[in-house]
Nanobody, 114 residues
Framework: QVQLVESGGGLVQAGGSLRLSCAASRNIFSFSAMAWYRQTPGNEREFVAAIVGGGTIRYADSVKGRFTISRDVRNNLYLQMNSLTSEDSATYYC?????????WGQGTQVTVSS
């Protein structure tokens, strides 16, 4: 069974930084892709960043240059978020693709005050 647990959300002032973490219950390098998505009330979940396959990294245009996705050998996925704006306020979800199935964490709330 695959479990993903996010942490690190909270309240931050505009211009500040946060680092989100996602702890995976399996070897994180066995996932075909790991990604971060975010969602605000009434809107669809949107892509933020991903590590695909052997390490190709992709970002949404809205976060390029400000957010950094990474992973480590302790089976954690991270999202370093800098220069945050109110537009980044959302619930952030970790997603893992394992054996062709998508797995999601429960989400962590990020609120950026202006």
């Amino acid at each position: 069974q695959v479990q993903l647990v996010e942490s690190g959300g909270g309240l931050v002032q505009a211009g500040g930084s946060l680092r989100l973490s996602c702890a995976a219950s399996r070897n994180i390098f066995s996932f075909s892709a790991m990604a971060w998505y975010r969602q605000t009330p009434g809107n669809e979940r949107e892509f933020v960043a991903a590590i695909v396959g052997g390490g190709t990294i992709r970002y949404a245009d809205s976060v390029k240059g400000r957010f950094t996705i990474s992973r480590d050998v302790r089976n954690n996925l991270y999202l370093q978020m800098n220069s945050l704006t109110s537009e980044d306020s959302a619930t952030y979800y970790c997603k893992g693709v394992y054996s062709t199935r998508d797995y999601w964490g429960q989400g962590t709330q990020v609120t950026v005050s202006s």
